[in-house]
């Protein structure tokens, strides 16, 4: 069982290396280079948009939504687009490399919560602005 994750878990790696290469290929379409670049941004940043120590719904995105998207955008992707980009992630993979990291997409979710959270304050501190 374990071993079956921790494949599982490389594959979802690999694939997030596979979309990254092929949001940046000029024969993708323009739609699946879009969700490919919205996708690659939250798999790779180095902060989640439902934080890991919150029971069961925090791992909901990695194990569900992530997988589900990367899934979708790979069946948007023209076979060849998808052959050069798993040719490209696999040389990156045994390369050795370290992982990207998407800064700015982290950046958005500290400001989405940052936000959540002064709505949330302000709301119990002053209610009657919230209500018509």
């Not at 071993?3 to 949001?23: I, N, P, Q, Y």
């Not at 790779?44 to 120590?53: Q, Y």
């Not at 023209?78 to 490399?97: K, N, S, T, Y």
Request: glycine residues 2%; without cysteine.
């Amino acid at each position: 069982m374990l071993e079956r994750l921790k494949t599982w878990a490389a594959a979802l790696k690999r694939d997030a290396l596979v979309l990254w290469f092929a949001s940046r290929d000029p024969r993708a379409p323009w739609y699946a280079k879009w969700l490919a670049v919205f996708i690659v941004a939250y798999a790779l940043s180095p902060i989640d948009l439902i934080p890991d120590f919150i029971p069961i719904v925090g791992y909901l995105d990695e194990i569900i939504l992530l997988p589900g998207a990367i899934w979708l955008v790979l069946k948007l992707l023209p076979p060849q687009v998808l052959v050069d980009a798993r040719a490209r992630a696999q040389a990156w993979l045994e390369a050795r490399r370290l992982s990207p990291r998407n800064w700015v997409a982290a950046a958005a979710i500290v400001l989405l919560w940052v936000v959540a959270l002064w709505v949330l304050w302000a709301w119990l501190i002053h209610p009657h602005f919230f209500v018509n």
